[in-house]
């Protein structure tokens, strides 16, 4: 009888399309949903942080699995946050802590930690004291990890501008086998020069150079950008303020220095924009600047 | 229609009356209970923690419900030989995927609901009072059945497959994975291969996202969940579920009985 | 129009972990019950005949070849619709109870809930599960079981019944109920077509036999015909010969076997059963009885067996039965 072999080709090709048809539906669903919860991925604002002791017993075994799954989600948790402009942080902390409680050796978590707790929001959770807490188990579980001494003279100096510890931090850390040679000349530079643009730089420049991913990358780079664009602006003040003692009025434009010979050519800030003088005489940033800064207020 | 209709019933009534669902019950309920006592003890968070712990029981006992039943399902049918009675029968093999998935929904549901009830009881006892606020939880069950609805589909699909103690096994793992996809998907990105890249994210929106569904510590918190995160989760579970059905129908159709 | 037809049969099983062989369970079965026919399928275990019937049920697909029943294409599910199945070691679900379960059964096949409850009542009325059709079907014993499969079989009133080995596990009591049972169906003018190994029950139920071996139809035909091949020998009981009889009887060429006081000969021919008979009266020997020895069912399979098998096989087996 056809319709019975009919039926059955029937019900195979349903269901093939359903199941087809089914999987490509659930991409613009899914995708929905993730708008909807907000965030890169959807990470609860968990109730009940536990310890990492007890979570890493829950794991049996597979602490260092759990280790970096804690840390993927607190890179994402931060990254999603900033992303959004949001300006709570409070669970990178506590995600940080269970992550290196988890797996004492995932230096990077420390590193990454130092940093961004320390930033002032938006940028960062705000939290230097979190920071300098979270480098000293890292140091005591690593002590063979000298550039620890490192992040720990960068938390003190750059939001405590605690420029006496920074500097002890740099020069035990240049005392660590292994410790690099910049160390010490850091540590005499704060010493000398602490809060100097020319030593907020080098100090960026180092961890610069040495990030160990994206994110750590670009937040240096765009520090690194502000204090040149300071540096930059500084001396451009300075030489409207000779200008106008020897023209005998302030320049209405970088046009006028260039005009007049004091400039070979417009300057333009490291995002690319030009300067502008401001309103009140001294230079500022042109509106599309994509220099930020406020991060080194 | 009624064929399936008929083994929905029948189904129903055979896991309903199983021993080992009425005991995990009461596990349930005890552990919504003692929830009452973990409040008195703390200052301020009774409320939260009945919330909380009350309702991951019923997440997580309807999850051992919902696998032990998933493996009676198919899988056990055919290593117990019962399926030949019915398929000796005139039942088309697809109505016997539907009805079994119906029979076993609905006596899931029935649990949550007993389940749900001590819950509420609970809460009545630890508030003296009910309020509109106290609705939110049944968002968050809603939500819990939606995840059983899937973890079934999951069951009754590697049934079909695999002996009854792989089907569970198989079920099992599928919703631990699926609660860190978005993790899987991120380690993808960091690697900078487009390779590994592109596989996980194609696992990402391939295996089910039991993550999108957990919103019990929001309601804890008495955060409310948007409507349109209830009309799309709605939307993912059936979409799912029509998938997973499908599939099985489609393997259930092949399957020699020896 | 014959209840079943099956053409060209035929079905092959992969075998092996890795590199799959076919495995042929079943070879190019032609076979027809007819209808209103008891039809007894035949063989050892492994054979094919519950290969044979779940192919007819569709639990199975095979590899090649069709079955028609009642002369339609045996895909129709619609068809089961008029028919009955027993399986082999039939299960139930553990918390229904048997008259649950018969309402269960009937309402798959549409009938309406009121000649439901009226054909289980009768029908656990018929097998005698009367007393205990409210009892959850876990309690059971496998004699209850096997009757509840009866049962369901029979809930739709079906014009031909399968059943898979209905004796298995029953004692002697049970078994006596089942062959009355199967009695009464082909009373009722419906067909049955069911499988064993136990050669008595099928000589006193069946109609018609076919032999399975090894997947092959060896044999095939009615029980009058196969029983009546011919009387193979007769055998006669003398009672205490004196000697001489005997010799005279051994230069007959009569083969003789001493038990005591008598003697019991076989004897092949009709005209040396005169031969036998004339020289006992000569010599005034008492004559305790003449039984016509009849070829059994069991002579004929054991015939067709060994006839089917390739001489390859046979080495084998002899093979194995050194091993012991």
């Not at chain 1, 070979?264 to 800064?293: E, N, Q, T």
């Not at chain 2, 899937?150 to 079909?160: G, I, M, N, Q």
């Not at chain 3, 079907?137 to 004699?143: F, H």
Request: hydrophobic share 45%; glycine share 8%.
């Amino acid at each position: 009888m056809p319709a019975a072999r009919e039926l059955k080709r029937f019900t195979r090709l349903a269901s093939g399309v359903l199941v087809v048809a089914g999987l490509a539906a659930l991409v613009p669903v899914q995708n929905r949903i993730d708008a909807e919860n907000g965030m890169y991925g959807p990470i609860a604002d968990v109730l009940y942080m536990p310890s990492g002791g007890l979570l890493g017993r829950l794991s049996l075994g597979n602490e260092g699995l759990l280790s970096a799954i804690y840390w993927t989600r607190a890179v994402q948790y931060f990254g999603s946050r900033s992303l959004a402009k949001q300006a709570r942080f409070e669970l990178l902390a506590p995600l940080l802590r269970i992550t290196t409680e988890l797996d004492p050796h995932l230096l990077i978590a420390y590193r990454f930690g130092a940093i961004f707790l320390t930033e002032k929001p938006p940028e960062g959770a705000g939290q230097p004291e979190a920071a300098l807490d979270l480098i000293r188990h890292g140091i005591v579980n690593n002590p063979d990890y000298w550039r620890f001494w490192q992040d720990l003279g960068f938390i003190y100096y750059w939001n405590l501008k605690d420029y006496r510890r920074a500097a002890q931090a740099y020069l035990i850390g240049s005392r660590q086998p292994g410790g690099l040679f910049f160390m010490k000349a850091m540590a005499a530079k704060i010493l000398a020069q602490g809060g100097d643009p020319a030593t907020s730089y080098e100090i960026w420049m180092q961890l610069y150079r040495q990030a160990e991913n994206e994110q750590l990358r670009r937040n240096a780079e765009i520090h690194l950008t502000a204090i040149q664009a300071t540096i930059a602006m500084k001396q451009l003040n300075d030489l409207l303020g000779r200008f106008q003692e020897a023209s005998g009025h302030p320049a209405k434009s970088f046009e006028e220095l260039v005009a007049a010979g004091w400039l070979r050519g417009l300057p333009f800030d490291p995002s690319g924009v030009p300067y502008r003088i401001g309103a009140d005489g001294k230079v500022a940033l042109g509106p599309k600047s994509k220099v930020l800064l406020y991060l080194l207020e | 229609m009624a064929r399936i209709w008929s083994i929905t019933w029948h189904t129903f009534k055979e896991a309903a009356r199983d021993r080992v669902l009425y005991n995990l019950i009461v596990f349930a309920l005890l552990m919504i209970g003692a929830s009452i006592l973990f409040g008195q003890i703390s200052v301020g968070i009774e409320g939260i923690i009945l919330v909380d712990l009350g309702l991951s029981s019923i997440a997580v006992f309807g999850l051992l419900m919902a696998i032990l039943i998933g493996i009676g399902l198919v899988s056990k049918e055919i290593e117990r030989r019962t399926i030949f009675n019915l398929l000796s029968k005139p039942v088309h093999r697809f109505e016997f995927i539907l009805g079994k998935y119906f029979g076993l929904l609905v006596t899931l549901a029935v649990n949550t609901g007993v389940m749900a009830a001590g819950f509420y009881l609970a809460l009545f006892y630890q508030k003296r009072s009910l309020g509109p606020e106290d609705l939110l939880p049944l968002g968050a069950i809603y939500f819990i059945l939606l995840q059983f609805a899937l973890v079934v589909a999951w069951a009754l699909f590697f049934s079909c497959l695999s002996t009854p103690v792989l089907s569970a096994v198989f079920t099992f793992s599928i919703y631990v994975a699926g609660h860190f996809l978005s993790d899987l998907r991120f380690f993808g990105q960091e690697t900078h291969s487009r390779l590994v890249s592109g596989v996980t994210t194609l696992l990402y929106y391939l295996l089910p996202n039991f993550a999108d569904f957990d919103v019990i510590t929001r309601t804890a918190h008495g955060d409310k969940i948007s409507g349109l995160l209830f009309t799309a989760n709605s939307l993912y579970a059936l979409l799912y579920v029509t998938v997973l059905i499908s599939a099985a129908v489609l393997v259930f159709e092949e399957k020699e009985f020896r | 129009m014959p209840a079943i037809e099956t053409i060209d049969l035929t079905k092959d099983y992969a075998v092996g972990f890795w590199r799959k062989r076919p495995k042929r369970v079943l070879e190019h079965l032609n076979l027809e019950v007819a209808a209103g026919e008891v039809f007894g399928l035949l063989g050892p275990n492994g054979a094919g005949k519950s290969t044979t019937l779940k192919l007819i049920l569709r639990l199975i697909f095979p590899t090649s070849g069709a079955v028609r029943i009642f002369g339609s294409d045996w895909r129709d599910v619609s068809l089961r619709a008029r028919i009955g199945f027993l399986p082999e070691n039939p299960s139930f679900y553990d918390n229904l109870s048997a008259e649950e379960f018969l309402n269960y059964a009937g309402s798959l096949f549409r009938l309406a809930a009121a000649e439901r409850r009226r054909r289980a009542g009768k029908l656990l009325e018929q097998v005698g599960l009367a007393e205990v059709g409210d009892i959850p079907v876990r309690r059971y014993s496998k004699g209850m079981v096997q009757r509840l499969g009866l049962a369901q079989a029979l809930i739709n009133d079906p014009e031909l019944v399968i059943l898979d080995e209905p004796m298995s596990g029953l004692d002697p009591l049970g078994r006596r109920e089942v062959r009355d049972l199967i009695l009464d169906l082909k009373a009722q003018k419906r067909t049955v077509l069911f499988s064993t190994h136990i050669l008595s029950d099928a000589e006193t139920l069946c109609d018609r036999v076919a032999i399975l071996h090894r997947g092959r139809l060896q044999g095939l035909g009615e029980i009058g015909e196969i029983l009546a091949v011919g009387v193979a020998s007769t055998e006669i009981v003398l009672e205490a010969p004196p000697p001489g009889v005997l010799d005279s009887l051994a230069l007959a060429g009569v083969p003789a076997v001493r038990t005591g006081e008598r003697v019991r000969l076989s004897v092949q021919d009709e005209v040396e059963v005169e031969r036998v008979l004339e020289i006992a009266v000569r010599e005034k020997v008492k004559v305790v009885s003449i039984t016509p020895v009849r070829m059994t069912l069991e002579d004929y399979f054991m015939e067709k067996v060994e006839k089917g098998q390739p001489v390859r096989e046979k080495f084998d087996r002899q093979a194995l039965s050194r091993k012991g």
